[in-house]
């Protein structure tokens, strides 16, 4: 047993599977939106009203799952800019701006990959 707590090495994920991961999750949170603003003046709004609650749970949620499940198995932060400046900062960038964010980091990673 190390003495190193950052030691751990995580399993890489496929390019492919991780943007299916993304796409999974705005996928979701399309639906949850158009549910909410199609029902949101019928039935009384009780079910758009839920729709949308569950639209912002599910924004948060995917943000998070995507930040711990997604971008540790596709990014390696460099030892030099492994600051807690740099990684908090795009971690709550991924986190808060995820459907913008991580398209273009798939953009980035694909465009680094084929050249």
């Not at 751990?8 to 979701?28: I, K, N, T």
């Amino acid at each position: 047993m190390s003495g190193d707590i950052g030691n751990e090495q995580q399993e890489a994920m496929r390019l492919r599977v991780a943007f299916l991961h993304w796409a999974a999750c705005l996928a979701g949170f399309i639906v949850l939106w158009m549910l909410g603003s199609a029902f949101g003046s019928s039935f009384g709004g009780w079910f758009g009203l839920l729709a949308l609650l569950g639209t912002f749970f599910w924004y948060f949620a995917a943000g998070v799952y995507l930040n711990r499940g997604v971008l540790r198995k596709i990014i390696v932060w460099h030892p030099m800019y492994n600051t807690l400046y740099n990684v908090t900062s795009e971690k709550l960038k991924f986190f808060f701006l995820w459907p913008i964010t991580y398209f273009f980091l798939f953009v980035r990673l694909g465009i680094n990959k084929a050249i």
